[in-house]
């Protein structure tokens, strides 16, 4: 039932406005939705005239590649471990096992592509590779982390004096796949 009035609202609101508009969505939508622009909508807070804070839906600037007019499904959003209500972006949550263990679970690896993506950019933003990263949160949560915390290649005493090490993330220069593998 829920899921039949949300379609009914987005097509609505598709209908009403024509194309979707981050700064039209009400803000329980906001967050994972993407305008028909293709830029995320992202979820800020303002001090409003009674000074309260509030919140409001915006255009970012980050470009969802090959999503257009979507607004994410209450079943991904569950599944994956996020929050509608949080205030914008951050790699941080990746370094939350418990969070990283959802959003690498089949429920949400395989069947919430938006989510996915978002995340996967993050952890390439922070020199890891989503994929690796889900791989070692199955085998070894603490090496997950850390690979995270590091954002690439971590150089200790010896490993310094002997040189760089390889990091976890392709190089500039090296072609990589931007879509998110199957796990």
Same mark, same amino acid.
């Given at each position: 039932?829920?899921?039949?009035?949300?379609?009914?609202?987005?097509?609505?609101?598709?209908?009403?406005?024509?194309?979707?508009?981050?700064?039209?969505?009400?803000?329980?939508?906001?967050?994972?939705?993407?305008?028909?622009?293709?830029?995320?909508?992202?979820?800020?807070?303002?001090?409003?005239?009674?000074?309260?804070?509030?919140?409001? %839906?915006?255009?970012?600037?980050?470009?969802?590649?090959?999503?257009?007019?979507?607004?994410?499904?209450?079943? %991904?959003?569950?599944? !994956?471990?996020?929050?509608?209500?949080?205030?914008?972006?951050?790699?941080?949550?990746?370094?939350?096992?418990?969070?990283?263990?959802?959003?690498?679970?089949?429920? !949400?690896?395989?069947?919430?592509?938006?989510?996915?993506?978002?995340?996967?950019?993050?952890?390439?933003?922070?020199?890891?590779?989503?994929?690796?990263? %889900?791989?070692?949160?199955?085998?070894?949560?603490?090496?997950?982390?850390?690979?995270?915390?590091?954002?690439?290649?971590?150089?200790?005493?010896?490993?310094?004096?002997?040189?760089?090490?390889?990091?976890?993330?392709?190089?500039?220069?090296?072609?990589?796949? %931007?879509?998110?593998?199957?796990?």
């Amino acid at each position: 039932m829920k899921m039949i009035i949300f379609l009914a609202f987005t097509l609505f609101l598709q209908g009403t406005l024509g194309e979707l508009d981050c700064e039209e969505l009400p803000v329980g939508l906001c967050s994972f939705s993407i305008a028909s622009s293709g830029k995320r909508c992202l979820l800020e807070t303002y001090a409003s005239n009674d000074g309260t804070m509030d919140f409001q %839906c915006k255009t970012s600037e980050v470009v969802a590649i090959n999503l257009h007019e979507y607004i994410e499904a209450d079943e %991904c959003v569950s599944a !994956c471990g996020v929050d509608r209500k949080s205030v914008g972006i951050s790699s941080d949550s990746l370094l939350d096992s418990q969070f990283t263990d959802k959003l690498c679970s089949p429920q !949400c690896y395989q069947k919430c592509p938006n989510i996915v993506d978002l995340y996967y950019n993050l952890a390439l933003g922070e020199g890891a590779f989503l994929p690796d990263l %889900c791989k070692s949160q199955r085998t070894n949560s603490r090496r997950s982390m850390a690979q995270i915390q590091s954002s690439g290649a971590a150089f200790g005493p010896i490993a310094a004096a002997a040189g760089p090490i390889s990091a976890a993330a392709p190089s500039p220069s090296s072609p990589v796949d %931007c879509a998110p593998a199957p796990v």
